[in-house]
């Protein structure tokens, strides 16, 4: 009881902290929709003179962090709390400004992660419930050069890179706590699609060839050497058994009109092989996904607030190495929706998934269930409380812990605190 009491209590006190006026200029948190590489692009806690010079200059050097503070008092494999934190660091280096390199820029970032992750200490589910789901150690993160040309009608970048920076994810997916953030979480399990803070040598070409029109291509160093605590992001070798994933994407943002849409097509293909469930060797991963979102409405007279609708729709369909080989989750949320909070948000979201028969098979035991799918609802408040603090409130219910029906439905509270500093 102490602990869902007190869960609830910091919950409501967040809740009541982010619908009271503060007297505050409330300017969106940008660092986490910027995808660590233009932390810059959001109000810090630390304005300081020198530090405005170097911008000027062409040098900016900004930091985040990101906790999430959550517990599951009813259901899972055993009732908990955990803490999960991620403090995130960007340099990034105008290289027309520094150097006379028309459209150029470096970009170099670190992380330090530190907690435990609630879903598989406590509540056993395979859809995080914790945006911060990373490896607990300090990891070189990203480090590459990036070239505009032609008003950034094209754009390239060269060096190592996430996956999710640049495919598969939304502005919308940004927002939540839990799995959808930064992109639906089963491409990382179905073939090699990494997020931040993971990185590999990579190479991308974006495209804009109209206003409503981009396209994106990349190839990516498949390699194991993510997965590696002790390398710390360091290990930046090419091995032999490394292989290459390939992936493209086709943009479509609908204009012109002020309810703004962004949808995104994509497929990949990886040369490295993954082994299959029931042994007999492995093969190379293949698949496809789409995402969406869109202003459904706008609240009249006031730029910006409304209501966006999201989608996210994976299919993996090696069953015999895809461990989830469809996945879907829809959600939207509402900016403004409390009056006098005009850039907090109210957010809905849900996803679920499938999991591979051919994995269940070969994983359960003479009396146990087989694993078939989950389903998680996320309900959140995101305050922002000051330009450069937000506080998100988060009620999740994780329906079928791990697929098996064996796990009794976890009901999750707690809160995710943003800072940019």
């Not at 390239?156 to 992109?183: E, W």
């Not at 073939?191 to 396209?215: D, I, Q, R, Y």
């Not at 007279?301 to 069953?319: E, M």
Request: aromatic share 12%; net charge negative.
């Amino acid at each position: 009881m102490s602990l869902r009491f007190g869960l609830c209590l910091s919950t409501l006190a967040a809740i009541c902290w982010g619908i009271l006026p503060h007297g505050f200029a409330e300017v969106p948190l940008d660092a986490k929709a910027s995808g660590w590489t233009r932390l810059a692009a959001a109000p810090r806690l630390f304005d300081f003179s020198p530090r405005n010079a170097w911008d000027e200059q062409g040098v900016a050097i900004d930091a985040s962090f990101v906790t999430d503070l959550l517990g599951n008092p009813v259901g899972g494999k055993s009732r908990g709390f955990a803490y999960i934190g991620a403090v995130q660091a960007a340099l990034t280096a105008d290289l027309e400004k520094l150097a006379g390199w028309n459209g150029g820029e470096f970009v170099a970032s670190i992380a330090y992660t530190s907690g435990t992750d609630l879903s598989d200490t406590f509540v056993g589910n395979e859809l995080a419930v914790a945006e911060v789901v990373s490896l607990p150690t300090f990891v070189w993160s990203q480090l590459f050069v990036r070239q505009e040309w032609a008003d950034g009608e094209w754009l390239a970048k060269l060096g190592r890179f996430s996956v999710g920076d640049d495919f598969a994810t939304l502005d919308m997916f940004q927002l939540y706590t839990g799995a959808i953030n930064p992109a639906p979480p089963v491409l990382g399990d179905n073939t090699f699609f990494t997020t931040p803070p993971a990185s590999a040598w990579a190479a991308l070409v974006h495209a804009k060839p109209g206003p409503s029109m981009e396209f994106k291509a990349g190839i990516f160093q498949a390699t194991g050497a993510v997965d590696v605590v002790a390398n710390h992001g360091l290990d930046m070798r090419f091995g032999a058994g490394d292989g290459l994933l390939l992936i493209g994407e086709a943009v479509w943002m609908p204009s012109p009109s002020d309810l703004a849409g962004e949808y995104r097509a994509g497929s990949y293909w990886c040369s490295q092989e993954s082994p299959r469930f029931q042994g007999n060797g492995g093969e190379q991963t293949y698949g496809f996904y789409t995402v969406g979102q869109q202003k459904l409405w706008n609240e009249p007279g006031q730029s910006g607030q409304g209501l966006t609708a999201w989608y996210a729709l994976t299919l993996s369909p090696q069953d015999d190495v895809a461990e989830f080989p469809f996945f879907a989750a829809f959600g939207a949320g509402w900016q403004g929706a409390i009056s006098g909070r005009d850039n907090d948000w109210i957010l809905l979201g849900t996803w679920m998934t499938t999991m591979s028969l051919s994995e269940a098979e070969a994983d359960r035991s003479p009396d146990a269930n087989l694993a078939t799918a989950e389903w998680v609802v996320e309900c959140d408040y995101r305050a922002q409380i000051t330009p450069w603090l937000y506080i998100m409130p988060d009620i999740q219910w994780v329906v079928r812990p791990g697929g098996t029906g064996s796990i009794p439905n976890a009901l999750v509270l707690g809160a995710e605190i943003g800072m940019v500093f």
